[in-house]
């Protein structure tokens, strides 16, 4: 990839966005049958083509005259949620108001998105997934690579909307809907108002600027009630981490102050009549914490199995009642990274959102991950490993959480019509821990039958 065709490709999808925005279909006809004509009527004296010729450049000349003097006081509000689900249409309301003496009929409304145009470093070194399978000429020339990271940084699409008409000095209501297809956060400039001429052939455009965002959740497939076998664990520090449920912030007695403790614990209504300081004793906490590790290590930027395997810890994240138990997120990315949810220390969403920024590691191994594991395993009553791939080391994870014996669910996403017969488990000892494949063409039932 040469920095001359990359700003060939820069050029081109200029063209083309300047082109859906500005030229309707009915204009697309009129300037191919200009051309045609043009060239058919050359010679003026063997053919009348050209009285079309001159009759068609008459009307691209007015259309595009009308359509530059496109421009009126408007304004633009948008009521946009938070978040949005791959896969997922997301409806959301946006205002526009009128601000000047006159109505405005025949208007259209389209979102524009920030400029999703790849870095040359990002064009060279982030192939295409299934870009080996193209013919040659195909992967040398690039430009479906190009198209392929156009899509995957712009991740949601939007269709234009017509708009009702605006009274003077008023403002109108319009239903916009996102189509988002990957994970990840969508950044949105403001909004084209269009307004075809008296043709129909050329769009005046004027750009509503509004910048906003938001983010796109990973997709979640159904997941059966998984229990894992573990029970309560002692947690360190339990009253800051517990909320009211089962055997949390249990009150034991009072005593008096001794140097070191922590001054959460005094209590100060007793201080208060004593005059000296006193601390409360609570019950040491137990309740159900479950480890859910996300293997992130691929030598690529992305593929799809790092996608279907960040969807799963999504299920899982969602599935699991936080109320009465903590998760916890464990992954590698650019450091480790160990977000808790649940009893009041974090919540779904957040953990959702944390899943939509993930991203590949692809410079560290996986025995990073392994330490904050084990410095935890005391406090876990169960683990969910998801993995891209089952080697020497995520083995040898497993078999530490197995002598430890913490109960422990092992999915593997593989590739498409992979069974479990395809792995050699043999290192698989322990009776708590369970091994299951999740191949990339049949993950939903899969899921469904664990």
């Known amino acids: 990839m040469n920095p001359l065709r990359y700003?060939?490709?820069?050029?081109?999808?200029?063209?083309?966005?300047?082109?859906?925005?500005?030229?309707?279909?009915?204009?697309?006809?009129?300037?191919?049958?200009?051309?045609l004509v043009g060239g058919l009527g050359l010679d003026s004296t063997q053919s009348l083509t050209y009285q079309i010729f001159t009759f068609l450049g008459s009307m691209l000349i007015l259309a595009v005259a009308q359509g530059i003097r496109f421009r009126d006081r408007l304004s633009l509000s948008r009521s946009l949620p938070r978040f949005g689900t791959a896969g997922v249409p997301l409806s959301y309301r946006v205002t526009l108001t009128n601000h000047t003496a006159h109505w405005q009929r025949g208007l259209w409304l389209r979102e524009t998105f920030a400029d999703p145009r790849p870095s040359y470093r990002e064009l060279r070194n982030t192939p295409e997934p299934g870009e080996e399978q193209r013919n040659r000429f195909d992967r040398s020339l690039g430009y479906y690579r190009w198209l392929w990271l156009i899509r995957r940084n712009q991740r949601a699409t939007s269709q234009r909307v017509a708009v009702p008409p605006i009274p003077p000095r008023s403002q109108v209501e319009v239903m916009l809907t996102l189509r988002p297809y990957s994970r990840g956060a969508v950044h949105l400039t403001g909004a084209t108002l269009m307004r075809p001429d008296l043709f129909g052939l050329?769009?005046?455009?004027?750009?509503?600027?509004?910048?906003?965002s938001l983010w796109i959740l990973p997709h979640r497939y159904p997941l059966p009630l998984v229990q894992l076998a573990g029970g309560r664990r002692y947690q360190s520090g339990g009253v800051a981490l517990a909320s009211s449920v089962g055997e949390s912030d249990e009150f034991m007695a009072l005593r008096d102050y001794r140097p070191g403790d922590p001054l959460r614990k005094i209590h100060w209504k007793s201080w208060a009549k004593l005059d000296k300081p006193v601390v409360r004793e609570d019950q040491d906490e137990f309740f159900v914490r479950h480890a859910l590790i996300l293997d992130t290590f691929q030598a690529e930027a992305y593929s799809q199995t790092l996608e279907e395997a960040i969807a799963l810890a999504a299920s899982f994240a969602c599935s699991f009642q936080t109320q009465e138990s903590?998760?916890?997120?464990?992954?590698?990315?650019?450091e480790?990274?160990?977000?808790?949810?649940?009893?009041?220390?974090?919540?779904?969403d957040q953990m959702l959102e944390i899943l939509a920024s993930v991203v590949a590691c692809g410079d560290k191994p996986f025995s990073s991950l392994v330490p904050s594991v084990v410095e935890r395993s005391d406090l876990l009553?169960?683990?969910?490993?998801?993995?891209l791939q089952w080697d020497d080391d995520r083995q040898g994870l497993v078999q530490q959480l197995g002598a430890l014996r913490i109960p422990t669910l092992v999915l593997v996403v593989a590739a498409a019509g992979q069974t479990a017969a395809d792995f050699?488990?043999?290192?698989?000892?322990?009776?708590?821990?369970?091994?299951?494949?999740?191949?990339?063409?049949?993950?939903?039932?899969?899921?469904?039958?664990?």
């Open 336 to 348: 480790a990274y160990c977000f808790t949810a649940g009893r009041g220390l974090g919540h779904t």
């Open 202 to 212: 050329f769009n005046g455009c004027q750009h509503l600027p509004l910048a906003q």
């Open 326 to 334: 903590l998760l916890d997120l464990m992954f590698v990315g650019l």
């Open 424 to 450: 050699d488990t043999r290192v698989i000892t322990a009776p708590t821990t369970r091994f299951q494949v999740v191949p990339l063409d049949n993950i939903a039932p899969t899921l469904l039958a664990l």
């Open 7 to 35: 700003k060939a490709f820069r050029l081109i999808y200029s063209a083309d966005q300047w082109r859906s925005r500005r030229v309707t279909p009915g204009g697309v006809a009129v300037v191919a049958g200009f051309a």
């Open 381 to 387: 009553s169960g683990c969910i490993c998801i993995f």
